[in-house]
């Protein structure tokens, strides 16, 4: 589904990717975890098609098409989705504006007919089920004012309505209680088929416990330098990284 | 002399030259008081001239490719009702008033309030019928000894409105003024002249709506004056959607009195070169007063909105919000000033003026401007001027919503801020549609 080779990107002079090698198949979660700065949001904005870094080499392949080459909005019909580590406030747009205009545009790339809001409205009250979202939080300006928690459960919301093929996860479980963590949990597994990947970028082993993950990928220096099943987590989660960091640096 | 100085006193002389043909047709009533005043207005006129950017009130706006054109100023037009097609707004009802080139049209006009609840009466009517009534009220408030448009106006105006409210009357329809300058044939000038008095504990709600026929140049130079007795509240709103050869030049005075309550939005969509003056004198105590404005240069346009809420006594309220989009090569200008009297104490007094600028030749000044002399208040102002926000754009079109969208949901929800604190359905939903319009061009 999604293939990225030797993916270099910077921002300024300043190298953040320095070759990124990764398959991801429909139907596999993978877990990206690494120490703060290593470049996992990077990776995961660069996939989404943020304009702020360039890339200087390599190619990311999503089911055969140059992804790179496709605009944010391209990408979305082409079904990506980006949960964003820290969602933005935009004043004066609703959630449900801003879906309902989201979705009948991915409709309309895809050649489907645009729902009505009766229709809109069906699939609303169902996905608000699904992560346990109140009514009341959608009708407002979108993120605005919203707490750290409810705006990762209204990333997670919007993704339940726009059911994308390639879900990536930036840190959606920090700042979140454990309730929480587990609707958003359930709302991810959900989506889980044989047809759509997840990607969940982590520090915590805990999320694992509840989406488990194919593979476990270290992101260091903005390289993955180590990978593995799911244990990986574990070992990280008990040993830190430093024996990760040697490993590397001896590498 | 420069042959550009020639001209630009052309347009003056020919102004000046109406006056006098006008006086000699006046024959004995030139003795009156009100033609007294007209001529010490016309005075200042003459002596302030038509002000250069060296003039601090108008460092921004240059009215240079104003004055240095020729206008027919008697206001004939050969308008029919079939003409007013393209500018009906939809679903409007109430008291509409017409005006074209100035002069008021009955034909064109209708009146819904009972006689007992509101007086409307054009301005030419009420300068002959009712002279004490002007006298009373005409340009004792909008001040001409320094501002020559407002000079001018209150020297040359021989049409508009005149609006009273009786003491404790609630007028439920609203009154819409719509100024049309008919400018298919020829640069047409006018001189528009409003005086609204909402009567102790009455409320009514008036808008001024400006809109052009036609691309050849046009000039209004309006004022209003608006007083506002004891508990009265006024809803006023100033609407502009101008062709780009229009010129508009207002001033809006408005004078509250003890507990009044007024309440503005003044909006600017489209017009070559606009200057709307909002001057609020807080004459009373407990008083509140609230200024929105929203303004949308693109294009060569330019906007620029002078504001004064002067606090004259103790223990009112006024807040102000003014919001630009500013695109292509627009300009806009933000002055707003606020006077706390001496004897003004306990006063609150908020100001702030947001703008977004699309395009790198687009620019906003703002100047903010607060004079407080009494030391117990709470006053605030802010401007910010910026580009549009990245990260809000990229948030949504990682969601699908493709840029140019995106970029009118962002800026359409940033203009809704005003445009909802307009209370006729009808004119809102219209403003409305021409925001998303413009904002998808
Ligand atoms: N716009 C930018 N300008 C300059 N440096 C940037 C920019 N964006 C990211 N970086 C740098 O790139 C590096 C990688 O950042 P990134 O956000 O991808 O890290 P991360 O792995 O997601 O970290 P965290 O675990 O803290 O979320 C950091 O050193 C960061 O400072
Ligand atoms: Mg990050």
Not at chain 1, 63 to 85: K, T, V, Y
Not at chain 1, 103 to 132: C, S, T, W, Y
Not at chain 2, 155 to 174: F, I, M, S, W, Y
Request: some cysteine; overall charge negative; hydrophobic content about 40%.
């Amino acid at each position: 589904m999604l293939s990225i080779s030797n993916l270099q990107a910077s921002i300024g002079d300043k190298q953040i990717l320095k070759g990124i090698n990764l398959q991801i198949n429909a139907g596999e979660v993978h877990a990206i975890m690494g120490p703060n700065g290593s470049g996992k949001s990077t990776l995961a904005s660069v996939l989404a098609g943020r304009e702020d870094y360039e890339i200087t080499e390599g190619t990311v392949l999503f089911e055969g098409e140059d992804l790179l080459d496709m605009a944010p909005e391209d990408r979305a019909a082409a079904g990506i989705f980006l949960a964003f580590q820290y969602p933005v406030e935009i004043p004066g747009v609703s959630t449900t504006n801003f879906l309902k205009t989201a979705l009948n545009e991915i409709r309309k790339h895809r050649g489907q007919d645009p729902l009505d809001a009766v229709q809109f409205l069906k699939l609303m009250k169902e996905k608000m089920k699904l992560v346990n979202i109140d009514q009341s939080l959608l009708s407002r300006s979108l993120n605005e004012g919203f707490s750290g928690g409810e705006k990762k459960r209204n990333e997670v919301f919007q993704m339940a309505m726009l059911e994308p093929k390639l879900a990536i996860l930036d840190e959606t479980d920090s700042g979140l209680d454990i309730d929480a963590l587990r609707i958003v949990a359930e709302g991810v597994n959900k989506l889980r088929s044989p047809e759509r990947a997840t990607i969940v970028v982590t520090h915590y082993q805990r999320l694992l416990d509840y989406i488990i993950p194919d593979f476990v990928h270290v992101l260091y220096k903005g390289r993955i330098v180590k990978s593995g099943p799911k244990e990986l987590a574990l070992e990280l989660e008990e040993k830190g990284y430093d024996w990760i960091r040697a490993e590397a640096e001896a590498a | 002399m420069t042959p550009s100085n020639q001209q630009y006193n052309q347009f003056k002389d020919q102004l000046l030259a109406a006056f006098r043909a006008n006086e000699e047709r006046l024959n004995g009533e030139s003795k009156a008081p009100l033609h007294q005043l007209r001529r010490s207005a016309l005075q200042q006129f003459e002596r302030l001239g038509f002000p250069t950017i060296k003039h601090e009130e108008w460092k921004y706006s240059n009215v240079n490719s104003l004055i240095r054109q020729a206008f027919d100023i008697d206001g004939a037009s050969s308008i029919s009702e079939a003409d007013m097609d393209d500018l009906q707004i939809p679903n409007l009802e109430g008291n509409i008033l017409y005006f074209v080139n100035g002069q008021y049209k009955p034909e064109l006009s209708r009146l819904v309030s009972p006689a007992d609840h509101v007086q409307i009466t054009s301005f030419a009517d009420a300068l002959k019928a009712e002279p004490e009534l002007i006298d009373k009220h005409f340009a004792r408030y909008a001040d001409y000894q320094d501002n020559a448009f407002t000079a001018l106006n209150t020297a040359l105006a021989n049409d508009g409105v005149v609006v009273r409210v009786p003491n404790g009357k609630t007028v439920e329809q609203p009154i819409i003024l719509r100024f049309i300058t008919d400018a298919r044939e020829k640069n047409i000038a006018s001189q528009p002249r409003n005086l609204i008095i909402v009567g102790r504990n009455a409320e009514v709600t008036v808008a001024e709506s400006y809109r052009t026929l036609g691309d050849r140049s046009s000039f209004s130079n309006a004022v209003t004056e608006i007083v506002v007795e004891q508990d009265a509240r006024a809803q006023y709103y100033k609407v502009q959607n101008e062709s780009d050869a229009a010129y508009h030049i207002g001033t809006t005075q408005v004078y509250q009195a003890d507990n009044s309550h007024f309440y503005s939005a003044t909006v600017t969509l489209n017009g070559n070169f606009v200057r709307n003056n909002l001057n609020i004198v807080l004459n009373g105590q407990h008083c509140e007063a609230f200024m929105y404005g929203l303004y949308m240069p693109n294009g060569r346009q330019h906007v620029d909105n002078h504001t004064l809420v002067d606090h004259a006594m103790p223990n009112s309220y006024s807040n102000e919000l003014y919001k630009g989009i500013l695109d292509d090569s627009g300009t806009g200008v933000f002055n707003g000033k606020i006077f706390v009297r001496p004897d003004a104490q306990k006063t609150n007094a908020y100001q702030s003026c947001k703008n977004v600028v699309l395009s790198p030749n687009a620019s906003m000044n703002t100047k903010p401007q607060l004079e407080i002399f009494a030391d117990d208040v709470k006053c605030s102002h802010g401007t910010t001027t910026g580009k549009l926000d990245e990260e809000a754009l990229f948030y949504m079109r990682s969601r699908g919503i493709p840029k140019d969208e995106a970029k009118t949901l962002l800026m359409y929800a940033f203009a809704e801020d005003v445009l909802s604190q307009i209370k006729i359905g009808p004119i809102r939903e219209y403003l409305e549609g021409v925001v998303q319009q413009k904002l998808a061009m």
